[in-house]
């Protein structure tokens, strides 16, 4: 092992670098077509970034399959952490992979551009997940996931965009290609839980872990080779900056929240309300600074953002649907956390005499959007072309709903788990489907949404703010998960009850504001 880690650290550089040169020798050698082709009424392009995005969807969602498993794992080589703190450590790294794509936006838009930030953010999630799949330790171990985290920050929030830019007439068939991309997404899911999912349960952790890295090499490759062809000049472009974003003043503002945010964090830690030497008290931390992060960046953009009345409502609409994200997501993202102890320790899991792994019960959610992804794409544009108006905040409103019902079947579903039985896989695969519906009202219909509504300035970085709010969400589930101890085994049912209660009550709110919100979008549909 120790050879094997010299060699490896050895021509690691070496590696990177003609990784990195890559994309200008590869500029030079491919021939771009003069037109832009269709596939099925689509830009090729899309394509190429439905399987650049898959396979890095692999990486990531098969990863996180066995991330909290391998945690609290104490007998097959996992760290032994209790529910608690793996849940915490679950959180935040969740929580900081669409955290980091409010930077990866900016670096995009004044930096890079974002061809550029996704070819760099990809090499960086390969790398990551290489060192994930060295089994040397927790230090090495937490060092991966915080560089996959930033890599994913800086491909995540630019490859979406790049799809909005294909349709610049917008309407219904942008959303139609949105809901196309969602399902290479969640191919990628499908399989990466596949795959992963079995060889870090059924063969070793870290196997699973090196399969994602090799995922993150095929996505890389895809974007390159075919992307220089298909995708023409878009996202090569770095948004010129003003001089007064460029200023001194921009600089102190910026010194004057960052200073702001170590002030309010430290009188937490001092009063008590935190513990930032915890697991938990750093995740309830996370917490609050992605809140304060993500209210003082809407503020900046409406009160200093050189917007007009039209866009300020705009961006207003934006932070509704924000709001309406981070809660749907708190309530979805319970599947790689307490429904994956749920599965895990209260489900049948023997399937004619075989015994599934826990994590494919997550494959259910991919397997369902693959399923009705297309269906509903296909009826936003039936509804648009009869002038049937099904508006983007009532489809958000109905996102909630469907999630509060899922939640509703769990609670019914943990009360016959706390009688010592197991439970049906019944329960966990209607649940799952009710999270799909939510899923398909909201995530493709809202990336849609914030890259049409978003001032084109701002459009990377307000689509980084979008990841923010699953960002959000996802802490809240790991926070959420801690409290799976089987001390707390009996609480099981309240839980669920919560957020069913907020999830079905924020909906039927936004419902009722769902035709103001849509006379605040100004036209945009």
Request: aromatic share 14%.
């Amino acid at each position: 092992m120790r050879v094997y880690l010299q060699l490896f650290f050895r021509y690691l550089p070496t590696f990177f670098g003609k990784l990195v040169n890559f994309p200008n020798e590869m500029e030079a050698i491919i021939e771009k077509p003069q037109n832009t082709p269709t596939f099925f009424g689509h830009p090729i392009g899309l394509f190429v970034l439905f399987f650049t995005e898959m396979w890095e969807r692999f990486s990531y969602y098969g990863m996180r399959a066995i991330l909290l498993l391998f945690l609290i794992d104490k007998v097959r080589g996992g760290l032994g952490l209790n529910e608690t703190e793996g849940a915490a450590i679950y959180g935040i790294y969740t929580a900081s992979v669409y955290l980091l794509s409010l930077p990866g936006g900016w670096i995009a838009d004044t930096l890079l551009g974002q061809r550029k930030s996704i070819w760099y953010g990809g090499l960086i999630i390969m790398l990551g997940h290489i060192i994930l799949a060295i089994p040397a330790g927790p230090g090495l171990f937490y060092t991966g996931l915080c560089v996959v985290a930033m890599g994913t920050g800086l491909l995540k929030p630019n490859i979406s965009s790049i799809v909005g830019e294909l349709y610049p007439e917008g309407g219904a068939r942008k959303d139609a290609g949105f809901s196309i991309f969602y399902m290479g997404i969640n191919l990628g899911s499908l399989i990466g839980i596949s795959v992963v999912g079995y060889l870090g349960q059924r063969v070793g952790w870290h196997y699973g872990f090196g399969a994602a890295a090799v995922a993150m090499g095929l996505g890389l490759i895809t974007f390159q080779i075919l992307g220089q062809r298909y995708l023409g000049d878009h996202g090569k472009q770095v948004t010129a900056t003003t001089e007064v974003e460029q200023g001194s003043g921009s600089n102190r503002s910026l010194l004057a929240f960052v200073g702001l945010l170590i002030g309010v964090l430290l009188i937490l830690q001092w009063s008590g309300v935190l513990d930032m030497t915890t697991a938990p008290g750093l995740a309830q931390a996370m917490g609050t600074i992605i809140c304060l992060i993500a209210v003082s960046y809407f503020v900046y953009i409406l009160v200093a953002g050189g917007l007009d009345a039209v866009e300020k409502k705009r961006v207003a609409v934006l932070f509704v649907f924000f709001m309406a994200s981070a809660l749907f997501w708190a309530g979805n993202e319970q599947q790689g956390s307490s429904l994956q102890i749920f599965a895990d320790r209260y489900t049948d899991l023997n399937f004619f005499g075989w015994m599934v792994p826990s994590s494919w019960f997550q494959n259910l959610n991919p397997a369902f959007i693959l399923t009705f992804s297309p269906v509903l794409a296909s009826l936003w544009v039936f509804l648009a072309n009869r002038k049937i108006d099904f508006s983007v905040p009532a489809k958000f409103a109905t996102s909630l709903l469907l999630l509060g019902l899922a939640y509703v079947i769990m609670v019914f579903a943990s009360r016959l788990a706390l009688s010592g039985v197991k439970t049906s896989p019944v329960y966990l695969s209607f649940t799952y489907l009710f999270f799909t519906l939510g899923e398909l009202f909201l995530s493709p219909v809202g990336l849609s949404a914030f890259s049409k509504l978003a001032p084109r300035r701002y459009t990377s970085q307000l689509m980084g703010l979008w990841f923010v709010g699953t960002s959000l969400g996802n802490l809240i589930a790991g926070l959420f998960a801690g409290g799976f101890d089987e001390k707390n085994v009996q609480q099981m049912p309240s839980m669920f009850q919560s957020v069913a209660y907020f999830s079905l009550g924020f909906g039927l709110l936004l419902m009722l504001l769902a035709r103001p919100l849509k006379k605040w979008m100004g036209g945009v549909q």
